[in-house]
């Protein structure tokens, strides 16, 4: 069963702020925007808080000093350029920062991460964090505690090595982020692409209409993108 958090977040309403002041152009997307706009809340499981920029208006060392003055906390990972930043602070949702860029002929936007490679480098994943694993057949995973340093250095060795993830991202058109409208959300002054359904049917086909609990956007064709 998936984590439930609050329909309101106070990390959403203090990054908007921050970024808002900075008057850096930003909009609000996937699961966070499908929400606001399907549902009229936050989704309840969605675990963190979804926020798009172009990477030419990336005032980088503002904004991390402004998310650490609301102590906000940054995210250590394995990959210094996968064109996501991750704030933490306890009491809400981590708080993802999707950097994008634009394709060559400039028709469609981009954001680059990371998926694991296949089901090999997901189990040795799963097992890295054995003892505190809370996804499915999490009783069965936290019984190999024991293992989990082995895992943990294997994972380091084929991610070193270029072998543990391949890279992923999602894939819309420039218009829908070039174009982007005011919205108020319970009080708040956000911005989102201005054609938000056409954006919603890009990333999510036409189930974007109908919740599911169980999304998993490194199966969801219409959103990924193998390079």
Known sequence: ??????????????????????????????????????????IPWDNDIDLGIWKKNLKKNLIL???KDKKFQ????????????????????????NIY???????Y????????????????????????????HNRIINKFRFSRNFFIKLKKFLIKNKIFYKQAGFKT??????????YYFKGL???IPSNYKEYFFQIYGPSWIKPQKKYNW??????TFIN
Not at 19 to 24: D, P, Q, V, Y
Not at 74 to 96: M, Q, S
């Open 65 to 67: 000093k402004c998310f």
């Open 109 to 136: 936007a981009f954001q680059r991460h990371y998926a694991h490679s296949n089901v090999l480098m997901r189990l040795i994943y799963v097992l890295s964090v054995s003892g505190s694993y809370k996804g499915r």
């Open 189 to 191: 002054m956000i911005n």
């Open 1 to 42: 069963m998936p984590k439930q958090f609050l329909k309101t977040d106070k990390n959403f309403t203090d990054s908007i702020l921050i970024l808002n002041k900075l008057k850096i152009r930003y909009w609000v997307c996937h699961g966070t925007l499908l929400g606001i706009m399907r549902d009229k809340k936050l």
């Open 101 to 107: 860029e634009l394709t060559h002929d400039k028709r």
């Open 74 to 97: 940054i995210k250590k990972k394995f990959f210094d350029n996968d064109n996501i930043i991750t704030f933490r602070r306890l009491g809400g949702r981590d708080v993802d920062l």
């Open 218 to 223: 490194e199966k969801n064709p219409n959103s």
């Open 173 to 182: 058109s420039a218009e829908l982020f070039i174009n982007v409208k005011k």
